[in-house]
């Protein structure tokens, strides 16, 4: 039997730098997908996947992510006094229940890897997701849900999602070689950080959804800092696959990286563009706007 996914971890530490000034006093998972921060949008799609506990690592001038997973009383009371209903089902169905959120602190930015250490203790010995809040990931079923089909179908091990670039974006990412091709899954037989063109094993990059086993935490530990001084999960991966299997699942969707600003404006359009109440009025909005900038 398959050891059951039951916790998530979010690290949500980082300094938001490409998105400074907004993220001076804001953190950067708060910025929206046209109304939902994007930090709302990947608890939405743990909860879809079944997760029971969702782990925040916070940093400095992240206090508001912690009362956004809380209530708000006085707000809710309003709400209620002027009749809204809708809004206050919706702030309800957001929350996670009781006791199931846990927040701790990575007390400087050193790295990705090192915010998903500082989680260990409140993930104990078991498996855990990873969600990088700054990847939104617009799938259906979602991107996590499709990857715990691949996790029970193979027997466990680590999962990645992963995506496909053109060949010349390959040196900025995490790139893996795949064999054993099922459906739109397959084995991970190599993981290289940041290859040149002509050493990458393939153009399928990691792209912010993990399944791993908690054996990562003991590898993040014996870590130096690697590129950019900052301690990397993929180098941990790359030294947990000498002993432990990694599946990646090229995921149904689109990714969209909201930690940068093309991909931000970019989901936020296609978002839009998918609501019953906004899509008509925004694509006539957005028609004026090409029109009087010169078209496409
Ligand atoms: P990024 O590298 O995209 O985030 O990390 P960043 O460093 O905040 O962004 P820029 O490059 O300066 O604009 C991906 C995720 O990992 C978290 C971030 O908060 C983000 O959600 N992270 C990153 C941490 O929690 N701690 C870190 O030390 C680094």
Same mark, same amino acid.
């Given at each position: 039997m398959t050891r059951p996914i039951r916790t998530a971890v979010f690290p949500v530490a980082g300094l938001g730098t490409r998105f400074l000034p907004a993220t001076k006093a804001m *953190?950067?998972?708060?910025?929206?997908v046209v109304d939902r921060p994007v930090i709302q949008l990947a608890v939405d799609e743990a909860r879809e996947a079944g997760i029971e506990h969702f782990v925040f690592v916070t940093g400095r001038n992240k206090g508001v992510i912690e009362d956004h997973f809380d209530k708000q009383y006085e707000l809710e009371s309003t709400l209620r006094r002027r009749g809204k209903s809708a809004e206050l089902d919706l702030l309800e169905q957001d929350l996670p229940g009781a006791g199931q959120t846990s927040f701790t602190r990575q007390q400087e930015p050193l790295g990705l890897g090192h915010a998903v250490w500082c989680a260990r203790k409140l993930v104990g010995g078991e498996p855990f997701a990873l969600l990088l809040?700054?990847?939104v990931m617009h799938a259906k079923p979602g991107c996590l849900r499709q990857m715990m089909d691949v996790y029970e179908a193979r027997g466990g091990g680590n999962v990645i999602a992963v995506e496909e670039v053109p060949?010349?974006?390959?040196?900025r990412y995490g790139v893996v070689g795949a064999k054993d091709w099922k459906g739109n899954a397959f084995a991970i037989d190599q993981m290289v950080e940041k290859p040149k063109r002509e050493a990458a *094993?393939?153009?399928l990059i990691i792209s912010g959804r993990y399944i791993l086993q908690p054996e990562i935490f003991a590898e993040i530990e014996r870590q130096e800092a690697g590129a950019g001084g900052e301690i990397q999960i993929t180098d941990a991966m790359i030294r947990l696959m000498a002993r432990d299997r990694f599946w990646g699942v090229k995921y149904e969707g689109t990714t969209y990286d909201c930690g940068d600003k093309v991909g931000f404006l970019s989901a936020n359009v296609a978002f839009a563009l998918e609501r019953d109440d906004l899509s008509d009025s925004f694509r006539e909005a957005l028609k004026k706007i090409l029109a009087t900038h010169g078209g496409l």
């Open positions: *953190p950067k998972e708060m910025l929206t809040p700054d990847m060949w010349e974006h390959v040196h *094993p393939s153009n």
